[in-house]
């Protein structure tokens, strides 16, 4: 059994670092931009017998992972049901440091397949590949949950509109509002949206805001945190504005 362990700290309260997670949309906002991973299934959001299925690489190989150990505001593990690995163990800890501050804890047992052998053969690419994974991932935590503290995000609710952008894109725009605390919908159907507030039409180098408060662009030219940061501006900008 080889063990990984990796630490975020965080510039806000633990109860803000875990409501993010728990929100739909971080395993999408979470999974680096390069790798090839598509969520199939995702049910029961991160409590005990949630399960998220998972097609990877060109050959869409399946992997499911089952939600157990589930502490509200602590701690959630996800437990690998069928995959890659012989085993695979993922426990995430929220601390508090200090009244405003927290820190993430990503733990992870695994087995690679045939042993010791699958040990010396690929030992040493899956602990790089996972050094680089949780680099990305923490610092997008960090960036978000952050952020969400500093500026609050707002009641408005977002319809996204993804019909002129490809679906990559989208999904990075959906996933970074709805994890931050928006209640945002994809769709590209047009006969629901009337309940919603407002419209995030995104382009292939800026999203477009439609509603009462009036419309709004914000440059989308890269999906960098910086440029999504400025989308939630934008939104909280256009918000204000409708009131």
Not at 22 to 37: H, I, M, Q, Y
Not at 43 to 52: F, L, Q, W, Y
Not at 185 to 211: K, L, M, N, Y
Request: glycine fraction near 8%; aromatic fraction near 6%; charge should be positive.
């Amino acid at each position: 059994m080889t063990s990984f362990v990796a630490r975020c700290a965080i510039a806000a309260p633990r109860a803000a670092a875990y409501a993010w997670h728990a929100r739909p949309g971080a395993f999408e906002r979470l999974t680096p931009p390069k790798d090839a991973v598509r969520l199939v299934e995702d049910s029961g959001g991160i409590e005990d017998g949630a399960r998220k299925v998972l097609a990877i690489g060109p050959l869409g190989i399946r992997w499911t992972a089952v939600h157990d150990q589930h502490v509200a505001g602590h701690r959630f593990r996800d437990v690998q049901q069928r995959g890659p690995f012989r085993r695979f163990e993922h426990t995430h800890t929220f601390l508090d440091d200090g009244p405003a501050n927290s820190i993430l804890v990503d733990a992870i047992e695994y087995e690679l397949p045939v042993g010791k052998l699958g040990e010396l053969v690929a030992g040493r690419a899956i602990r790089a590949k996972l050094e680089a994974m949780f680099a990305h991932r923490h610092r997008v935590t960090r960036h978000d949950v952050e952020l969400a503290a500093r500026e609050p995000p707002g009641t408005t609710s977002l319809w996204i509109d993804g019909r002129d952008a490809e679906s990559r894109r989208v999904q990075v725009v959906w996933a970074f509002l709805s994890t931050l605390g928006w209640r945002a919908v994809r769709s590209t159907r047009g006969a629901e949206r009337d309940a919603f507030d407002a419209i995030v039409r995104v382009q292939p180098d800026s999203a477009v805001i439609e509603g009462a408060g009036g419309r709004e662009s914000a440059s989308l030219s890269d999906l960098a945190d910086s440029s999504l940061a400025e989308l939630h501006r934008t939104l909280r900008r256009f918000e204000a504005a409708a009131r």
